[in-house]
């Protein structure tokens, strides 16, 4: 069995502060760079799971890396190197206390709450009459609040965010732009690779006055991805799309009665159902990237990543 890294405790030359989210640990250096690691942690409904997926930090960083290098022509971005399959060093910003999601197709938490008679997600009035997995005449942005760890992510409206004052009307309509052309870039690599982009998040930040893309980018935890081939033909049937997201953990865990509430026991990780869910990242990352996933030597991870991040950062 493939180890997996689901902690760490570095101590990199220049380090000044650490904070361990739900599935990365960032390192501040010198409160000039940070080193980020993506950890094989995995969170479902806001907690993370007792069990890591071997190689699902390797793979989570590898498509970010790639897609923030693909769209730089788009906005700046926080990424300097990858010194390690694991990880990825970039510029520090100051992060905007909201993520910006965005949205091609009705479906996940905002179906669900479509089908409950919501019609206005975020202060976006959504059309009568939509169905199930149905797209967006235009792709619209439903931001949710940053929360702390442990707590819900809650959805907020543009006026909210400005009334906050948590971005200014400038800098929201630079993080609206932004979202909308990374979406648009997105959604066309998807296709050349046979898949829909359907929802995705995006978190910025300012560094020296410059706003930046900053975190994760089109990762399947991140993001959902439908397969382009059969869409139209399940769509008009009313079935299930074939997926490629987290979403299938999601599933899981539901199907075992668990959502993240009070009192609900997380099921059982059997060895099985870890690699079971390993493949699938595996095969995300092939679909997604169109290349060919190479395992990195999993014997001493923590080693082989403290070794890589002290040499890049002498």
């Avoid at 938490?109 to 008679?117: I, M, P, Q, T, V």
């Avoid at 982009?197 to 300012?206: M, Q, S």
């Avoid at 990352?285 to 290349?291: L, Y």
Wanted: a negative charge; hydrophobic letters at 35%.
């Amino acid at each position: 069995m493939s180890k997996a890294l689901t902690r760490t405790d570095f101590n990199f030359p220049g380090q000044k502060s650490v904070y361990h989210g739900k599935v990365r640990d960032v390192y501040n250096i010198n409160d000039e760079k940070l080193v980020m690691v993506a950890t094989d942690r995995i969170s479902a409904f806001d907690v993370v799971l007792p069990e890591g997926i071997p190689y699902k930090g390797q793979m989570l960083n590898q498509i970010a890396a790639k897609f923030l290098d693909a769209t730089t022509d788009i906005c700046p971005n926080w990424k300097m190197a990858t010194p390690d399959p694991m990880v990825t060093v970039g510029v520090m910003c100051q992060g905007f206390p909201v993520e910006m999601i965005v949205r091609g197709y009705l479906c996940g938490s905002a179906w669900r709450a479509y089908k409950n008679g919501v019609r206005e997600i975020c202060g976006v009035k959504l059309p009568e009459g939509m169905k199930e997995n149905q797209k967006f005449p235009e792709p619209i942005i439903t931001p949710t609040t940053k929360a702390e760890m442990g707590l819900h992510d809650e959805d907020i409206s543009k006026e909210e965010i400005l009334k906050q004052g948590l971005a200014t009307p400038e800098e929201y309509e630079i993080l609206e732009k932004y979202t909308l052309a990374l979406f648009k870039r997105g959604t066309e690599i998807a296709a050349e690779r046979g898949l829909i982009l359907v929802d995705t998040k995006y978190e910025f930040g300012k560094h020296n006055g410059t706003i930046y893309l900053m975190d994760e980018i089109h990762t399947p935890d991140s993001s959902r991805y439908f397969y382009l081939e059969g869409y139209e033909e399940r769509f008009a049937k009313g079935e299930p799309q074939k997926q490629l997201s987290k979403e299938f953990v999601r599933e899981w865990l539901m199907e075992n009665g668990f959502q993240g509430k009070e009192g609900q026991q997380v099921p059982e990780m059997t060895p099985e159902i870890v690699n079971s869910i390993s493949e699938r990242y595996m095969e995300l990352f092939e679909h997604i990237t169109g290349e060919k996933f190479v395992k990195a030597d999993t014997e001493n991870i923590a080693a082989r990543i403290e070794k890589n991040v002290t040499e890049y950062l002498k």
